[in-house]
């Protein structure tokens, strides 16, 4: 393997990672919300069509990161998550009509 298969490897890697589409389809929705919960934002719920593109919404509807790092990737992860988000649309659509949106604050039900 030469030195740019790896680094390109390593980069698509990490960019899945931080991908809302791998965030909201490929994990659990409680570790969707609790990521989302973690960037403070503003945001109640994400429905789970389009859901990746949901959810970097969201984190730009957050308080401002004092570094500035996290717009930029969040502005190319849009694109990234605008296609796959468009692959996995028959499952989201499916999964939207049975389990609803995505709840990122909930409050248990009162007795």
């Not at 990746?52 to 969201?58: E, P, Q, T, V």
Request: glycine residues 8%; contains cysteine.
């Amino acid at each position: 393997m030469t030195i740019k298969m790896a680094v390109s490897a390593g980069v698509l890697s990490v960019s899945l990672t931080g991908c809302g589409t791998a965030a909201t389809v490929l994990q659990d929705e409680a570790q969707a919300a609790q990521g989302l919960r973690r960037q403070k934002t503003y945001c109640q719920s994400i429905p789970r069509v389009y859901s990746g593109l949901a959810y970097d919404f969201c984190v730009l509807n957050a308080p401002p990161d004092p570094t500035g790092i996290l717009v930029p990737l969040v502005l190319v992860d849009l694109a990234v998550s605008g296609a796959l988000d468009t692959v996995v649309l028959p499952y989201t659509i499916y999964r939207q009509s049975v389990d609803g949106s995505i709840s990122i604050y909930w409050r248990p039900a009162r007795g």
